[in-house]
């Protein structure tokens, strides 16, 4: 019997597929495609909003992963419907780790690069920054190779789902690190926006949670191997002597160990065990990246409608992120700080809700993360290569096979035509 996709991973999407394919083949992607009006890949289907949606549903989940290490060590290729967590398995048995991870490992590499998901750290690049080379099914059913160094490949990596069907991923991998990560509570809002830069500088990947109440909540750092002892408090947050969850009230059993102990890369960078549900799973998330030097000017802002929004709230977290040349990247040329949303699952109050956080954050040029909820209002202006995307979209995919109604509307405009 066919699996077809009903829901996202929080149910609070519903796809309107009426049928999904699941090939064992690169082959058979190939021939589904050629002869396919419409056809739409499914990642891990974590998105919040209707970028993965289509009629026809195409699963890579029957194609094996096939992993393989290339470049002397320094590359791995694999299936692009491979998880973090899978690969991560991998990586371990050759002792060696990518940059980094988003909050939860569970996710699949093509669909998180499609938007430009990431982890924190001032110096890491989103997950897309470490893809070095893409196999993809492009809208005729032709088999592409395309590596870092081709006119396109910056255009292609942060794909949207748009472009084809990613069959294969190479990634630039490194030996393999140890991270330990400490959480520090009870940080005061004037000491965040003082501080905010030293603050998001403390570690390696640095997180800070907030339910935008009274105190601004907590600091998650997360450190490579070194030898300083972990301080007693940071401006004035004071270390956490048990683990913690993000969504304060929450049983910490599926988040990582935070006690300040060393271990594997993978088993600290995300917040959210591979294995157990990650998050509070009744969730809508929306996240917006404004350009790191007016982090601290944009909390302040949201801070003044905080009214608006802060009772719908579950978990707030700030992150950074480092800038990149990737095409429809919101790190594109800048530096961001992310400021991200998991509200309860009422879709209407959220929506109202990002209605203001996007007036609020509009002059500091806040672009959303295209995975979760946002209005996509004046969004394609802020793309500048938008316009060059979408005549890569018009070689690659003359004949809309992949594309859907969330495509032509946010980013292509074409159903205002
Ligand atoms: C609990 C939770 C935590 C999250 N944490 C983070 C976080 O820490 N950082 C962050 O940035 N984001 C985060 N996200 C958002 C998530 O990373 C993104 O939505 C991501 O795109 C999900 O990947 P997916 O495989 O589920 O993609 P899907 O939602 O399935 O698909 C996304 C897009 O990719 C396309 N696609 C998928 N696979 C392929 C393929 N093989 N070929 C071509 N196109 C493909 C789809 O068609 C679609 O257009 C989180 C989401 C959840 C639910």
């Not at 809508?284 to 302040?300: D, L, P």
């Not at 002059?363 to 005549?391: D, M, S």
């Amino acid at each position: 019997m066919t699996r077809v996709p009903t829901t996202n991973w929080a149910a609070s999407f519903h796809y309107g597929f009426r049928d999904c394919l699941y090939p064992t083949s690169v082959e058979a992607v190939c021939e589904i495609v050629a002869r396919s009006p419409k056809i739409k890949t499914v990642g891990s289907g974590h998105s919040f909003n209707a970028i993965a949606d289509g009629e026809v549903g195409l699963s890579l989940s029957e194609l094996p992963i096939n992993p393989i290490i290339e470049g002397d060590g320094t590359q791995v290729s694999i299936g692009g419907h491979c998880t973090y967590g899978e690969l991560a398995l991998f990586l371990h048995r050759h002792h060696l780790a990518v940059h980094n991870l988003a909050s939860l490992p569970h996710i699949s590499i093509a669909g998180a690069i499609a938007t430009a998901t990431h982890g924190s750290g001032n110096r890491n690049g989103n997950l897309a920054t470490a893809v070095s080379g893409l196999e993809m099914v492009s809208g005729d059913g032709r088999l592409i190779k395309v590596a870092r160094g081709h006119a396109d490949f910056l255009a292609l990596v942060v794909h949207l789902g748009a472009l084809g069907v990613i069959t294969r991923v190479t990634l630039d991998v490194q030996p393999e690190f140890q991270v330990a990560q400490s959480v520090y509570e009870g940080l005061a809002w004037d000491k965040l926006l003082a501080n905010l830069d030293e603050i998001m500088a403390a570690g390696y990947s640095v997180s800070v949670f907030t339910q935008w109440r009274q105190h601004a909540g907590s600091i998650w750092v997360k450190r490579t191997a070194s030898a300083d002892e972990w301080p007693a408090a940071i401006h004035g947050a004071t270390r956490a002597t048990v683990n913690r969850h993000p969504i304060s009230g929450l049983d910490s059993q599926n988040c990582t160990e935070q006690l300040g102990q060393y271990g594997r890369w993978s088993d600290r960078l995300p917040h959210f065990k591979m294995g157990f549900t990650p998050s509070s799973g009744e969730e809508i998330q929306s996240e917006f990246h404004v350009s790191k030097e007016y982090g601290a000017t944009a909390i302040e802002a949201l801070l003044s409608i905080r009214e608006k929004f802060a009772h719908l709230v579950q978990a707030a977290e700030f992150r950074t992120v480092a800038a990149d040349e990737l095409w429809l990247s919101p790190q594109y040329h800048r530096d961001t700080l992310s400021i991200h949303f998991t509200w309860i699952r009422d879709q209407e109050a959220v929506n109202a809700a990002v209605e203001h956080i996007e007036q609020k954050l509009s002059r500091f040029t806040a672009l959303p993360h295209w995975g979760k909820v946002f209005t996509g209002r004046h969004i394609r202006a802020k793309y500048e290569r938008l316009p060059e995307f979408a005549q890569l979209r018009d070689r690659m995919d003359p004949q809309r096979t992949f594309s859907n109604p969330w495509l032509e509307d946010v980013i292509f405009g074409t159903s205002e035509n």
